[in-house]
């Protein structure tokens, strides 16, 4: 076998060499840890890079259901995630005056949670919901806070309180564990903004049942041949009728006698 020249030699050292760092990384690589997945995006920096929504965003702040929401993403109390419906300041902007002045601090803290089911419902499944959907304001029975989402042939999404009807304008984001949609209204419940329900009617009374009579009630057990009523007066009758026919014989009599 004849001797390698000393040029083909140096190449092949060479090559060996830079092939094993190359070798030595990809074990590496392949022996590290997969990343962890990103944290899920909060709600304030979706609504602060969509623009416009900075008075709902004041809302969530007020009232700190932007941390709620924030720690309920991030802990294990939403394994179905989040569905926010957010408006925009223009919705606000359209309210009549006084409209959120007028609440509690409680009753803006059931607004904002008006707006959160605890639910994740991408914009496929926003047509095959369960009406009325349940959100973080409770209640939703009549004159409480029910919210129903419904879709026409068109494709357009509407969601009505009973007080306003809006329209899902557009996804503002789309994650794993929360989904932003930008409605064209306010959502205002029923419990806080709609009339008084008209009180439910009384139930009907009972009908009253009819008293028996003592009397035909007695005569009615009485056997026969007993004494009720009257056959005693009967039987008292009878005799006395016998003796006014003999006077009226004798008078009859004398009075021919004569």
Avoid at 56 to 71: M, P, V, W, Y
Avoid at 191 to 218: I, W
Avoid at 229 to 237: I, W
Wanted: hydrophobic fraction near 45%; charge should be neutral.
């Amino acid at each position: 076998m004849q001797a390698m020249a000393p040029g083909l030699a140096y190449v092949v050292f060479i090559l060996v060499l830079s092939a094993a760092p190359s070798a030595h990384g990809q074990a590496a690589a392949a022996d590290a840890p997969a990343p962890t997945p990103a944290p899920p995006k909060s709600i304030t920096a979706v609504l602060t890079k969509a623009g416009q929504f900075t008075k709902f965003l004041r809302l969530l702040q007020s009232t700190q259901e932007a941390d709620q929401i924030t720690n309920q993403l991030k802990g294990k109390s939403s394994t179905g995630g989040l569905t926010v419906f957010a408006p925009p300041d223009s919705a606000f902007s359209a309210l009549p005056v006084g409209a959120l002045n007028a609440l509690s601090d409680q009753q803006k803290t059931s607004l904002v949670q008006f707006h959160v089911v605890s639910q994740l419902i991408p914009a496929d499944q926003l047509d095959t919901v369960s009406n009325p959907m349940r959100t973080q304001a409770g209640d939703t029975g009549p004159g409480k806070y029910p919210l129903n989402v419904t879709a026409d042939d068109a494709g357009h999404v509407n969601v009505s309180t009973g007080v306003v009807n809006a329209t899902v304008d557009s996804t503002l984001y789309a994650g794993e564990r929360l989904v932003v949609y930008q409605v064209s209204k306010v959502l205002l419940p029923w419990a806080l903004y709609g009339p008084p329900l008209p009180p439910a009617p009384a139930p009907a009374p009972a009908p009253a049942k009819k008293k028996k009579k003592a009397g035909t009630e007695a005569v009615a057990e009485a056997p026969d041949g007993e004494t009720a009523e009257g056959t005693t007066a009967s039987g008292a009758t009878a005799p006395g009728m016998r003796g006014g026919f003999c006077v009226a014989a004798i008078v009859a009599a004398v009075w021919w006698g004569m």
